[in-house]
């Protein structure tokens, strides 16, 4: 288990979100942030974050650029994505 991590149904639009999904069969995220992290990221040529990429890169990605820029992290979106040996998830709303 890799710990416990934040739900939440509308996370807050200054954190760093995964939203999770299904996309024909394979689990995926989505990284969402806020504007000037993903300029800045655009700026120092940074990989792009945008659309789906594996839920494994999603949260390696997410985990990283919380801890960079010391902003929350938090999952979203559909939670039966989620394996139980990650972790517990803790839903906020």
């Known amino acids: 288990m890799i710990g416990d991590f934040r ?6 639009q200054d954190c760093i979100a995964i939203r999770m999904l299904w ?7 989505v990284l969402e942030m806020p504007h000037e992290i ?17 839920i494994n890169s999603a949260l390696a990605y997410g985990l990283f650029l919380s801890l960079q820029s010391g902003r929350a992290l938090r999952l ?10 990650w972790g517990h998830i803790l839903k906020r709303n």
Do not use: F, I, L, N
């Not at 300029?39 to 940074?46: F, L």
């Not at 979203?76 to 040996?85: E, H, I, P, R, S």
């Open 7 to 12: 739900y939440e149904t509308r996370p807050s």
């Open 38 to 54: 993903h300029d800045d990221m655009v700026a120092d040529d940074w990989p792009a974050s945008d659309g789906p990429m594996s």
């Open 23 to 29: 996309e024909e069969g394979e689990r995926y995220g």
């Open 76 to 85: 979203t979106g559909d939670v039966t994505v989620w394996k139980d040996q």
